[in-house]
T-cell receptor
Framework: KQEVTQIPAALSVPEGENLVLNCSFTDSAIYNLQWFRQDPGKGLTSLLLIQSSQREQTSGRLNASLDKSSGRSTLYIAASQPGDSATYLCAVRDSGNTPLVFGKGTRLSVIA | DAGVIQSPRHEVTEMGQEVTLRCKPISGHNSLFWYRQTMMRGLELLIYFNNNVPIDDSGMPEDRFSAKMPNASFSTLKIQPSEPRDSAVYFC????????????FGSGTRLTVV
């Protein structure tokens, strides 16, 4: 059974700092991996999707990498801003028709 | 596209009452998922459908919970009777079975059972 772990559970950084959020999964035979952002009291917004054949995806200040063999993904946020404060969730999908399995998230606070 | 649409956004009900949550997936998506989110347990999958057929309902906590997908554009999650421990945010998501395609989530229904 796939399990997803995110470390750290919470992170507080000063504005402008570059940071890395970590995600690990137990079964490396994944279909794809998705990073989401969730603001307090809101829904989930998709940030980046990495297919199993890809190594990384980039969107603006965000870069997500995938190392299937080691069962790891990282989300890199460059030049963090207070508006980046949110919970970041990592989720993996084992096949085309199976559901995403989520980690418990990393709660990020960027201090001005 | 308007995205995944859930209703109502908020629901407050008394213990013992029936609650029905609704979801309209994105047109063309063939998979629909119901999740529940609480502080203690995070996001839990309740049930999912492929091509309107329920595939796995092992996450449904009790027989009080039921879900239907009568057609490709509509699904309901029903709780009868509701209990205070059912209080949570319920999310619906839809997707297509393609490697380059992720999930799109609705805004959720915040359920409070008093």
């Amino acid at each position: 059974k796939q399990e997803v772990t995110q470390i750290p559970a919470a992170l507080s950084v000063p504005e402008g700092e570059n940071l890395v959020l970590n995600c690990s999964f137990t079964d490396s035979a994944i279909y794809n991996l998705q990073w989401f952002r969730q603001d307090p009291g809101k829904g989930l917004t998709s940030l980046l999707l990495i297919q199993s054949s890809q190594r990384e995806q980039t969107s603006g200040r965000l870069n997500a990498s995938l190392d299937k063999s080691s069962g790891r993904s990282t989300l890199y946020i460059a030049a963090s801003q207070p508006g980046d404060s949110a919970t970041y969730l990592c989720a993996v999908r084992d096949s085309g028709n199976t559901p995403l399995v989520f980690g418990k998230g990393t709660r990020l606070s960027v201090i001005a | 596209d308007a995205g995944v649409i859930q209703s109502p956004r908020h629901e407050v009900t008394e213990m013992g009452q029936e609650v029905t949550l609704r979801c309209k997936p994105i047109s063309g998506h063939n998979s629909l998922f119901w999740y529940r989110q609480t502080m203690m347990r995070g996001l839990e999958l309740l049930i999912y459908f492929n091509n309107n057929v329920p595939i796995d309902d092992s996450g449904m906590p009790e027989d009080r919970f039921s879900a239907k997908m009568p057609n490709a554009s509509f699904s309901t999650l029903k709780i009868q009777p509701s209990e205070p421990r059912d209080s949570a945010v319920y999310f619906c998501a839809s997707s297509m079975g393609r490697r380059n395609y992720g999930y799109t989530f609705g805004s959720g229904t915040r359920l409070t059972v008093v």
